[in-house]
């Protein structure tokens, strides 16, 4: 309840100051609603099809945008798990299919981001050596992560099945059996045509809305090849945090990037929250309507996620 208060104090923070200190953010702000809810659709229909297109995809986006708003209340990534418990409440998709669309889902995330990497750290003069070299370093890590992952998933399946054999309990052995057969599956759905066109389609429009904000925002005129590092900096600042949403952290990394570009330093804060806010804004709508008009609770659906983690531990 204590964490919850503060993270709507700080939205409410959050609003306040930018909405006093710099009236151009809202501008941005409201130039970026209709792509945003656009490119939030396009990544429904992703999932969807990651699923075997057995989710829909109105249903895929109503489902990844309670995960993005429940991760503002939570700590680190764990309201992920709101994904398939939404999917296997509307479509009765296996909680083991739901939990492996997520992780196929990021691995193409993950790629997308190293793309976007390499042509910062081959094509783009970065603000300093030292930030060129830590980009470097995480994608040669997440790249021969992935390599690996890949390989022992779609080669050596039988390899993995017996690991999975060695697993105490056998219900958790039949669920993450069921779980690895998803995954193989989804894997297949990803590297098809319209899919890959979708993964582009949702991180360039990612792109694009950072350079439709940032026109607007009253800070210092940015070229495209600045607005993509400040793009990739933002997002490694939400995924590698452990507060909720990434909040505090996106917006350090977000202002600092900025500064280095020539803002100052309350026009950049302002626009690494009206930043915040675009990512926020159209999926808090999206679940509100999911929390208002189809009953979903977020509180329930917790309590679901640690009754299956009881009865693995228990079988």
């Not at 008009?293 to 977020?298: A, K, N, P, Q």
Request: charged share 10%; net charge positive; aromatic share 12%.
């Amino acid at each position: 309840m204590i964490v919850r208060v503060l993270v709507v104090g700080l939205v409410l923070a959050m609003l306040g100051f930018s909405y006093w200190y710099s009236p151009a953010v809202w501008i941005s702000i409201t130039a970026c609603m209709i792509p945003a809810l656009v490119i939030a659709i396009a990544h429904g229909e992703r999932i969807n099809i990651l699923s075997g297109g057995r989710l829909g995809m109105m249903n895929a986006t109503k489902g990844n945008s309670l995960a993005l708003v429940g991760a503002f209340f939570i700590p680190g990534r764990v309201t992920e798990i709101l994904k398939p418990l939404y999917y296997y409440k509307t479509r009765q998709l296996p909680i083991p299919d739901g939990i492996s669309v997520l992780i196929v889902e990021r691995i193409f995330d993950v790629i997308a981001v190293i793309a976007i990497a390499l042509i910062a750290v081959n094509f783009i003069a970065l603000p300093t050596g030292d930030l060129a070299a830590t980009i470097t370093s995480l994608t040669i890590v997440l790249s021969i992560f992935l390599v690996v992952v890949i390989i022992m998933a779609l080669r050596f399946p039988n390899l993995i099945e017996k690991l999975i054999g060695l697993l105490p309990f056998q219900a958790l052995r039949k669920f993450v059996v069921s779980a690895f057969h998803a995954f193989r599956a989804g894997l297949a759905h990803g590297i098809r045509y319209w899919s890959i066109v979708l993964t582009l389609l949702v991180w360039a429009g990612s792109v694009g809305l950072y350079w439709l904000f940032l026109q607007f925002d009253g800070g210092v005129a940015l070229g495209i090849n600045q607005i993509v590092i400040v793009f990739l900096i933002a997002t490694l600042g939400i995924t590698i945090t452990i507060t909720p949403g990434g909040l505090g952290t996106f917006e350090a990394v977000v202002t600092l990037i900025l500064q280095q570009y020539g803002y100052n330093f309350e026009t950049a804060l302002a626009s690494a929250i009206g930043l915040r806010l675009v990512a926020f804004l159209p999926n808090a709508l999206i679940a509100g309507y999911v929390v208002l008009f189809e009953g979903f609770d977020f509180v329930k659906a917790r309590k679901q996620v640690e009754t299956l983690g009881d009865d693995r531990g228990h079988s």
